[in-house]
């Protein structure tokens, strides 16, 4: 047992030997010239996304705590970016991989769930994920990854080239190189406890603000200090804002938390194509939008410093949905405001 688990890390560390650093990107705000954003390019991970980073380290924490063994199947709850990075993670180490999810998951991510030798297991609606997953779990004796639960410990905050150091490390030569702030929005909270800790640890001057979406408790959360709220909306943006207040969120470690319209996002999401000549995920336009709205505070404050936030993964597999007028029109609204506002911000 022990030799398989040695060579299932060795497998993934080796991956990870392969691996280069993702890339920070700068954008100048021609509206707030003293004010240096950046961009941490998530989507350019093998697996698309920023769930590249906690897959690795869940399997690397279930692994070296026992709980993977040879031929043990992992099953986890996930509609989206979680559970294709699991399955690559899973065919790597060679176990079974089990996603289980809502049934009007789109088809493109099933495909690549697939494409990683996954397997999917539907259920009918997202709040029944979890407890299919526990039960499926058990009936097969089976390991339940449990994304929620697991983000903010998985992760190895003080360092270890966690996002949070590679963010400051990239920053180093830049003219303000401890950022003022970074943004981050939140789905499991993984990524923020990561960030704010970090901070923490290290002792730098950096403010952690968590952006949140519409339909989500994370931002009542944080005001109130209850971690029973819940709701019975699902966020209309992928990846972030949750119905109930997951174990990982950790509101003690952010500075700060902002609401963002979800027709903000959409249309800062859009609006990003003309700056980078790329397409982002909705969450990248929730992201950038408040760290362009803290800009605007910086400016009129006459203040001067740098902020990052993170691209968190690429716009190819929302072509159906953010990406089509008539979707947006319907499920969103109308996005023509945040989109002037933009443009005003960004004219030469
Ligand atoms: C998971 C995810 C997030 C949020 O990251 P967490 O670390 O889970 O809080 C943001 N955007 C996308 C696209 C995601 O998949």
């Known amino acids: 047992m022990k030799n398989w688990i040695k060579q299932s890390v060795q497998k993934i560390e080796a991956d990870y030997n392969r691996s280069a650093d993702t890339h920070l990107l700068k954008i100048d705000i021609p509206k707030a010239p003293s004010i240096h954003l950046y961009l941490k390019d998530e989507s350019t991970h093998p697996t698309g996304s920023l769930k590249h980073r906690l897959a690795r380290s869940l399997f690397l924490y279930a692994l070296c705590n026992g709980r993977i063994k040879e031929g043990t199947t992992i099953v986890e709850a996930s509609s989206g970016s979680t559970a294709v990075s699991e399955a690559y993670f899973a065919q790597m180490i060679g176990v079974p991989f089990i996603a289980v999810l809502p049934k009007s998951t789109a088809k493109s991510k099933i495909n690549k769930i697939e494409f990683y030798g996954g397997k999917c297991h539907f259920v009918d609606s997202a709040p029944k994920m979890h407890d299919a997953a526990t039960k499926l779990a058990a009936e097969i004796d089976g390991y339940f990854m449990d994304q929620f639960t697991y983000a903010e410990r998985a992760t190895d905050w003080r360092g270890n080239n966690n996002i949070a150091e590679s963010i400051y490390d990239q920053m180093e030569k830049e003219p303000y190189s ?3 702030a970074i943004v981050m929005s939140a789905g499991t909270g993984g990524t923020s406890a990561t960030l704010g800790r970090y ?10 603000l968590v952006v949140d979406p519409e339909n989500s408790v994370f931002y009542d959360c944080f005001k109130s200090g209850d971690r029973s709220l819940t709701n019975n909306k699902s966020s209309r943006i992928e990846g972030i804002g949750r119905p109930k207040v997951e174990h990982s969120f950790q509101p003690n470690v952010i500075d700060r938390m902002m609401q963002v319209p979800d027709a903000a996002s959409v249309a800062t999401m ?15 336009g929730t992201n950038i939008w408040g760290a362009l709205c803290l800009a605007e505070e910086m400016e009129a404050n006459k203040e001067q410093g740098s902020i990052v ?4 993964d690429s716009g190819e597999r929302y072509l159906d949905s953010y990406y089509d007028e008539q979707w947006v029109k319907e499920h969103i609204g109308d996005i023509q405001p945040y989109t002037d506002k933009l443009n005003y911000w960004f004219l030469k």
């Open 178 to 180: 401890i950022p003022s």
């Open 199 to 208: 901070i923490l640890y290290r002792g730098f001057d950096t403010k952690l």
């Open 270 to 284: 859009l609006w990003l194509e003309k700056i980078i000549g790329r397409k982002a995920g909705a969450s990248t």
């Open 309 to 312: 936030t993170l691209m968190c």
